[in-house]
C-alpha cells in the first residue's frame, strides 16, 4: 500500500507469511481480515502478511453474478509461514494443501516468479485488526470454532426453527438477546443438526446459564442475583473460561468478528448476551475491575467498526447498546466501591458514545426494576 514505510514493506517481505491459493475462479469475493477484493485472472493469494491471527472469507460468484453464502477460517500463522489452500470446483470450498519442510522450501525460492500474481497485505488496516483480536488466543480459537474449522454463515438455515422459537419470546425492554443457552443446546443437538457434517460446522459458544441464582437460594437471594448477575458470571469464569479474563473476552472478540466479517446470526446474538451479562453484574465490577477495564476497551474498538443503527432493535425501535451500557454506567457511577480507575475509564466512555453517536444515557430503562418473589 502507499501509506506503508519502505524498512516495514522490506521487513514484512523479508518476514511476512504468505497465503497461496490456487485454481480460485475468476470473480470470487476474497478476502483477509478487513480487506476484500473480487479476483482477477491470476490471483495467487496474499503476501507480506504479518504474523498473528488472521480471518480469510470467500464466496463463490456464478455467472449471473449471484454470490454464494460466505465462508471462512482463522488462522495463526507464523513468521515466514507459507499456508497453501487449493479451491475444490466441487465442493466449492478451499481445500488444506500439507506441505513438508522442504516443500516449504521450494515454494520460498519459487515466491519471486508468483510475486506479480500475490496481493500485499494492506499493512494500514492492521492496527484496528489487533485492536478487535487481541484477545482470541489459540486456546480460544480451538475451543470455539468449528470442528470443521470452516466458518459458513449458511449453517444457520439448518438451525431457523430454533431461532424463529427464541425469537418469539425475545423482544424485553433493553433490547437484550434471548437465552444463549437455548441456542447452544439447539445448534448442537441431534433433533436441530441431524447431519454430522452441519454440527461439524457449528460455532462452539459458550452456554449461558438459565437460572441466575444458586440452588436453594431464598426468596431475598433470588431478588438479588436477578438484578445482579455476578454469580452467572463467576460460574461462566469457572465453568468456560479457566477463571481467566482474557478468555472471556477473547469469545466477546471472536463471536464479534464471526458475525461483522463471516456473517453469523448466532454469533451477533452471544455477543450482545455476553454484553448483556457484563453490564448487569454489581459485586463482580468491585472484585475484579481488570476484567472491566479490559471490556470497556474492546467494546470501544467494536463500537467504532459498526454504523449506530446496526444496534436498533427492529420491533422497539430501541438501541439495545444504550440500554444495556445505561446500566453498567449507573453501576459505575453509583458504586462507592469500584476501583477508581475503571470509574473513570468507564465514565470517559460515556461521554465518548455521546459525543460520537449522540446516544442518550440519561434516560432510565424501563425494566431497570427489581424482580420481586412472591412468598
Same mark, same amino acid.
Not at 86 to 113: A, F, H, P, S, Y
Not at 210 to 239: A, G, Q
Not at 241 to 261: D, P, T, V
Not at 355 to 371: G, R
Given at each position: 500500500?502507499?501509506?506503508?514505510?519502505p524498512?516495514?514493506?522490506?521487513?514484512?517481505f523479508?518476514?511476512?507469511?504468505? %497465503?497461496?491459493v490456487?485454481r480460485?475462479?475468476?470473480?470470487?469475493?476474497?478476502g483477509?481480515?478487513?480487506?476484500?477484493?473480487?479476483?482477477?485472472?491470476?490471483?495467487?493469494?496474499?503476501?507480506m502478511?504479518?504474523?498473528?491471527?488472521? $480471518?480469510?472469507y470467500?464466496?463463490?460468484?456464478?455467472?449471473n453474478?449471484?454470490?454464494?453464502?460466505?465462508?471462512?477460517?482463522?488462522c495463526?500463522?507464523?513468521?515466514r509461514?507459507?499456508?497453501?489452500?487449493r479451491?475444490?470446483?466441487?465442493?466449492?470450498?478451499?481445500?488444506?494443501?500439507?506441505?513438508?519442510?522442504?516443500?516449504?522450501?521450494?515454494?520460498r525460492?519459487? %515466491?519471486?516468479?508468483?510475486?506479480?500474481?500475490?496481493?500485499?497485505?494492506? $499493512?494500514?488496516?492492521l492496527?484496528r485488526?489487533?485492536?478487535?483480536?487481541?484477545?482470541?488466543s489459540?486456546?480460544?480459537?480451538?475451543?470455539?470454532e468449528p470442528v470443521?474449522?470452516?466458518?459458513?454463515?449458511?449453517?444457520?438455515?439448518?438451525?431457523?426453527?430454533?431461532?424463529?422459537?427464541?425469537?418469539?419470546?425475545?423482544?424485553?425492554?433493553?433490547?437484550?438477546?434471548?437465552?444463549?443457552?437455548?441456542?447452544?443446546?439447539?445448534?448442537? #443437538?441431534?433433533?436441530?443438526?441431524?447431519?454430522?457434517?452441519?454440527?461439524?460446522?457449528?460455532?462452539?459458544?459458550?452456554?449461558?446459564?438459565?437460572?441466575?441464582?444458586?440452588?436453594?437460594?431464598?426468596?431475598?437471594?433470588?431478588?438479588?442475583?436477578?438484578?445482579?448477575?455476578?454469580?452467572?458470571?463467576?460460574?461462566?469464569?469457572?465453568?468456560?473460561?479457566?477463571?481467566?479474563?482474557?478468555? %472471556?473476552?477473547?469469545?466477546?472478540?471472536? #463471536?464479534?468478528? @464471526?458475525?461483522?466479517?463471516?456473517?453469523?446470526?448466532?454469533?451477533?446474538?452471544?455477543w450482545?448476551?455476553?454484553?448483556?451479562?457484563?453490564?448487569? @453484574?454489581d459485586?463482580?465490577?468491585?472484585?475484579?475491575?481488570?476484567?472491566?477495564r479490559?471490556f470497556?476497551n474492546?467494546?470501544?474498538?467494536?463500537?467504532?467498526?459498526?454504523?449506530?443503527?446496526?444496534?436498533?432493535?427492529?420491533? #422497539?425501535?430501541?438501541?439495545?447498546?444504550?440500554?444495556? %451500557?445505561?446500566?453498567?454506567?449507573?453501576?459505575?457511577?453509583?458504586?462507592?466501591?469500584?476501583d477508581?480507575?475503571?470509574?473513570?475509564?468507564?465514565?470517559?466512555?460515556?461521554?465518548?458514545?455521546?459525543?460520537?453517536f449522540k446516544?442518550?444515557?440519561?434516560?432510565?430503562?424501563?425494566? @431497570?426494576?427489581?424482580?420481586?418473589?412472591?412468598?
Amino acid at each position: 500500500p502507499d501509506t506503508m514505510e519502505p524498512d516495514v514493506a522490506r521487513r514484512l517481505f523479508a518476514e511476512g507469511a504468505v %497465503l497461496i491459493v490456487e485454481r480460485m475462479p475468476v470473480g470470487t469475493d476474497f478476502g483477509i481480515d478487513y480487506n476484500s477484493w473480487r479476483t482477477g485472472d491470476h490471483f495467487g493469494g496474499v503476501k507480506m502478511i504479518p504474523a498473528g491471527l488472521h $480471518y480469510v472469507y470467500y464466496s463463490a460468484v456464478d455467472r449471473n453474478g449471484q454470490i454464494a453464502p460466505r465462508t471462512g477460517f482463522f488462522c495463526l500463522l507464523e513468521k515466514r509461514q507459507i499456508l497453501v489452500k487449493r479451491w475444490n470446483k466441487e465442493t466449492e470450498d478451499l481445500d488444506d494443501v500439507m506441505i513438508d519442510e522442504e516443500e516449504t522450501e521450494r515454494r520460498r525460492k519459487g %515466491l519471486k516468479d508468483l510475486d506479480r500474481n500475490l496481493g500485499a497485505y494492506p $499493512y494500514d488496516s492492521l492496527k484496528r485488526w489487533v485492536g478487535l483480536t487481541q484477545y482470541i488466543s489459540q486456546i480460544v480459537l480451538e475451543r470455539l470454532e468449528p470442528v470443521s474449522k470452516r466458518i459458513c454463515s449458511v449453517t444457520q438455515v439448518d438451525i431457523e426453527p430454533a431461532m424463529t422459537t427464541r425469537a418469539d419470546h425475545s423482544s424485553s425492554a433493553d433490547g437484550s438477546s434471548p437465552s444463549v443457552a437455548m441456542a447452544c443446546s439447539s445448534s448442537s #443437538s441431534s433433533a436441530a443438526a441431524p447431519d454430522s457434517t452441519v454440527q461439524d460446522s457449528q460455532l462452539r459458544l459458550s452456554c449461558i446459564p438459565d437460572r441466575k441464582f444458586p440452588v436453594n437460594s431464598t426468596p431475598e437471594e433470588v431478588t438479588r442475583h436477578s438484578m445482579d448477575h455476578s454469580y452467572v458470571l463467576t460460574c461462566m469464569m469457572r465453568d468456560h473460561y479457566s477463571n481467566e479474563n482474557k478468555n %472471556l473476552l477473547g469469545e466477546m472478540q471472536f #463471536s464479534f468478528i @464471526c458475525f461483522l466479517i463471516g456473517h453469523v446470526y448466532t454469533a451477533f446474538e452471544q455477543w450482545k448476551s455476553l454484553i448483556h451479562l457484563l453490564c448487569s @453484574c454489581d459485586d463482580a465490577v468491585t472484585t475484579n475491575p481488570d476484567l472491566f477495564r479490559k471490556f470497556i476497551n474492546t467494546l470501544h474498538f467494536q463500537v467504532n467498526e459498526i454504523p449506530e443503527d446496526f444496534f436498533v432493535d427492529i420491533v #422497539s425501535q430501541t438501541n439495545f447498546l444504550t440500554t444495556t %451500557l445505561q446500566v453498567f454506567f449507573s453501576t459505575l457511577e453509583e458504586s462507592t466501591t469500584v476501583d477508581s480507575q475503571l470509574k473513570r475509564l468507564g465514565l470517559q466512555f460515556r461521554k465518548h458514545l455521546t459525543k460520537k453517536f449522540k446516544w442518550d444515557f440519561t434516560e432510565q430503562p424501563e425494566d @431497570c426494576q427489581p424482580v420481586v418473589v412472591d412468598l
